[in-house]
């Protein structure tokens, strides 16, 4: 029952990421290359991958708190989100050192797809969290 729950949740989660993504590809491509010029995509991508691989991974604990019950869940959220913030420090470093892609472009794309998905990640954590209290009541 515990791993059916935690794979529920979290390819629920996987998709709703993925669709926003795909979403902020679609509405950022034009401004991007107008006001950056079409290298800028590379960095926009990269950006927009950033925030979906930190979202993805720090997804994992959150859907295993889901999976064995909502008393573990808080801390499970914050450690979740600890988890994401490393994610995209390791990768934005390395990835804005690496002079492959222009910085200011991968910033601010990984920072808009960032608070993007965190928001589409907490919403759906709490609906996920609202829905256990309701089977356990």
Do not use: E, K
């Not at 200011?104 to 969290?129: C, E, F, H, K, R």
Request: aromatic letters at 6%; a positive charge.
């Amino acid at each position: 029952m515990s791993n059916q729950t935690f794979r529920y949740y979290y390819l629920r989660l996987l998709a709703v990421s993925v669709a926003c993504c795909v979403g902020l590809i679609g509405v950022g491509y034009l401004p991007t290359v107008h006001i950056a010029g079409a290298g800028a995509v590379t960095g926009m991508l990269l950006g927009v991958s950033v925030s979906l691989a930190a979202s993805a991974l720090g997804a994992i604990p959150v859907c295993l708190a889901l999976g064995q019950g909502r008393d573990n869940a808080a801390n499970a959220i914050l450690a979740g989100m600890c988890l994401r913030f490393l994610v995209v420090l390791i990768l934005v470093a390395s990835l804005a050192f690496s002079g492959l892609v222009d910085r200011v472009v991968l910033v601010v794309w990984v920072a808009v797809s960032y608070l993007v998905l965190l928001l589409v990640d907490t919403l759906l954590s709490a609906a996920s969290l609202r829905s256990l209290q309701g089977v356990s009541q």
